[in-house]
């Protein structure tokens, strides 16, 4: 049997300790408080009160639901624009002409491959422009592909991503760390969602979650395309997952002398993926288990097979501001447009 | 990374958190709470919670699936993660099966049995991490409760073994993508975050090496029967994921079905939605 004796609310947490306090001032200075919360403390209940407030603390206005689903849309409209130049499809005929070089090595399985999942960012742009954002009252930003610049380069078209317009195997590489970076953004906003009796959050949300499948499966896909052109790189799983943290979770083996830039880009994007402790919340104390070294993992192998396997069964988040420092080289800095 | 705190002054180590609800204890739980100190519970994470309104459990750990104690309280985290435990259960038990049988090497090749491999361990993580995360609210295990006339006829062709992993995986990713909105703690609705993206990886990879029938092989890991008109995933409430196990019959005598929710999530949680699924993922 396994004892774990993770400390309970402790530096793992500051966000919750921050909106306790956050809400301890509130509730002193008379704000409402919502009648569990009052129960608890009528009770002079620790747990019900605790629980209680935490759900109470991370209950999101609207402007921040506005705020995720307009980040959500700057971020599709990006993925938007990279497949429709790679495809040729782009409004912007200097896009389409950057990528003409990448574009006549992709085989036609490649292609219908890539149409599916232009086709899903677009529905995702759709969708959000015409539907989500409204409902909470907000109009989606203009962006256009002029707005982008897929070689990271910041406007200058010559970003450390730029052989991605020339090599298939670049090219492939970057669809993949595009399609990682917006499964971990999705991941890292749901909780901003959250919140349980506002039925337009849960539109949100739970839009926010089916989205957020489909992003995996097309990272999934494009990682078994790479695996297939490079069978020894056992890196690239055929289970479509992403094996290990930093740089080497990439899977970018087979890109010979890649420039620092796309390393560090790669390092950012793919951060953190080896973590392998989580926490979970019970309603009194939130815990921290590590799934590397839990018991009944033997049938999986030797210690480090189980902390391999432990690392792939979780994908994980990447706050906003990790986002957006990812992203930030590949928007025009020059397009009047700044990052949320 | 788990840091031991045990005999610090600054923690207060409790069996469970029934503990906390006794004088004695919820005092030095204060105290060490107001010193910004840490609170060490032992072993289960979830047992915690039966004394707290809205949080309650219900289903005692030890009793078979057949014996129909087996129950879903949604109205609580917990309840979610119950069901996601009986799922991550099926799917481990069902790779594990896989792995280990006799055509395993016959029916699939080097790559093919890198994958299968990958989501038995994986799955197995999934399914310790769930255990141990519900502590004493864990699912009975549920490999004895596995009607093995229909695991054998599933295990007898290459088709059986992808065309039940296919429909394993969707589960997987559908009951999440329509349990989230019920998850009351932003902290556990990550969790599932995390599990979810996993479990559509190898939902594309199933369908990518094995499209179904009408499926274009190029397509198919995210095809037209299973990405909505807005780009969106298959999705289920947790009674309809639940028949769906029902129907594979690979559970015994329908020990697993929305009839083991015994409260549904109620409308301050969230708002059932539309189900999305196709007749074969």
Redesign the interface.
């Known amino acids: 049997?396994?004892?774990?004796?993770?400390?309970?609310?402790?530096g793992v947490d500051p966000e919750i300790m921050d909106t306790l306090v956050t809400r301890r001032d509130a509730i002193r200075r008379g704000a409402s408080v919502s009648s569990?919360v009052a129960a608890g403390l009528a009770m002079g209940?620790?747990?019900?009160m605790m629980?209680a407030l935490?759900?109470d603390a991370?209950a999101q206005a609207p402007s921040a639901i506005l705020d995720v689903l307009q980040f959500a849309f700057i971020l599709e409209s990006l993925e938007n624009e990279f497949y429709k130049a790679v495809l040729g499809t782009s409004t912007n005929s200097a896009q389409n002409a950057a990528f003409a070089g990448v574009r006549a090595q992709i085989s036609a399985?490649?292609q219908?491959?890539f149409r599916?999942?232009q086709?899903?960012?677009?529905?995702?742009t759709?969708?959000l422009r015409g539907?989500a954002i409204p409902l909470f009252g907000g109009r989606a930003p203009s962006w256009t592909a002029n707005d982008f610049d897929f070689t990271g380069g910041s406007g200058s078209g010559n970003g450390p991503f730029l052989q991605a317009t020339t090599q298939l195997d670049h090219l492939l590489l970057v669809a993949q760390a595009v399609e990682d970076t917006g499964?971990r953004a999705?991941?890292g906003q749901?909780?901003?969602l959250?919140v349980?009796?506002d039925?337009r959050a849960?539109?949100a949300?739970?839009?926010a979650?089916?989205?957020?499948?489909?992003?995996?499966?097309?990272?999934?896909?494009i990682r078994?395309l790479r695996?297939s052109m490079n069978?020894n790189d056992?890196t690239l799983?055929?289970?479509?997952?992403v094996m290990g943290g930093g740089v080497a979770a990439a899977g970018a083996g087979n890109i010979a002398n890649p420039p620092a830039g796309a390393v560090a880009a790669l390092g950012l994007i793919y951060g953190g993926e080896d973590n392998?402790?989580?926490?979970?919340?019970?309603?009194?104390?939130?815990?921290?288990?590590?799934?590397a070294t839990?018991?009944?993992?033997d049938?999986?192998?030797d210690a480090n097979?189980?902390r391999q396997?432990?690392m792939?069964?979780?994908?994980?988040?990447l706050s906003k501001e990790q986002v957006v420092a990812i992203v930030r080289g590949f928007i025009r800095s020059d397009s009047g447009h700044a990052l949320p | 990374m788990a840091k031991n705190t045990q005999n610090s002054a600054d923690a207060l180590v409790v069996a469970d958190a029934d503990e906390l609800m006794r004088p004695t204890t919820r005092r030095n739980f204060v105290r060490v709470m107001g010193a910004g100190g840490a609170v060490v519970l032992l072993p289960g994470v979830f047992s915690a919670c039966s004394m707290t309104p809205g949080m309650g459990a219900t289903g005692t750990g030890a009793t078979a699936m057949d014996g129909g104690a087996l129950t879903f309280d949604l109205r609580s985290d917990i309840g979610i993660f119950r069901l996601v435990h009986t799922l991550e259960q099926l799917e481990a038990a069902f790779y594990t099966a896989v792995v280990g049988s006799a055509s395993f090497g016959t029916f699939f090749n080097a790559g093919e049995r890198e994958l299968f491999t990958d989501l038995r361990n994986v799955e197995i993580v999934h399914r310790e991490f769930v255990r141990t995360a519900l502590g004493s609210q864990a699912v009975p295990d549920v490999t004895g409760s596995i009607n093995t006339t229909t695991l054998n006829a599933i295990l007898s062709s290459r088709d059986g073994i992808l065309g039940a992993a296919r429909l394993f995986e969707h589960l997987g990713v559908s009951g999440l993508n329509g349990a989230g909105k019920y998850l009351q703690d932003a902290r556990n609705l990550l969790l599932a975050g995390k599990f979810v993206s996993v479990e559509a990886r190898h939902a594309a990879a199933l369908r990518d090496l094995a499209p179904p029938s009408g499926q274009s092989a190029n397509t198919a890991f995210a095809g037209d029967d299973i990405i909505d008109m807005n780009g969106m995933d298959v999705k289920l409430e947790a009674g309809a994921a639940l028949d769906r196990v029902a129907a594979t019959n690979l559970v015994r005598n329908g020990a697993v079905s929305s009839r083991n929710i015994s409260n549904a999530p109620t409308a301050t949680q969230g708002k059932a939605s539309a189900n999305f699924f196709p007749t074969t993922p």
């Open positions: 049997m396994t004892i774990s004796h993770q400390p309970i609310l402790d569990t209940s620790v747990p019900v629980a935490s759900k991370y399985s490649a219908q491959v599916q999942i086709k899903h960012e677009q529905q995702h759709d969708f539907t499964v999705y991941k749901a909780g901003r959250l349980n009796g039925d849960d539109v949300l739970e839009s979650l089916r989205i957020h499948s489909v992003e995996a499966r097309h990272a999934a896909k078994r695996r069978m056992t799983r055929f289970s479509g997952y392998t402790v989580h926490t979970v919340f019970n309603g009194t104390a939130a815990v921290n288990l590590d799934a839990l018991s009944g993992l049938v999986i192998g097979a189980r396997a432990a792939m069964a979780f994908d994980e988040p």
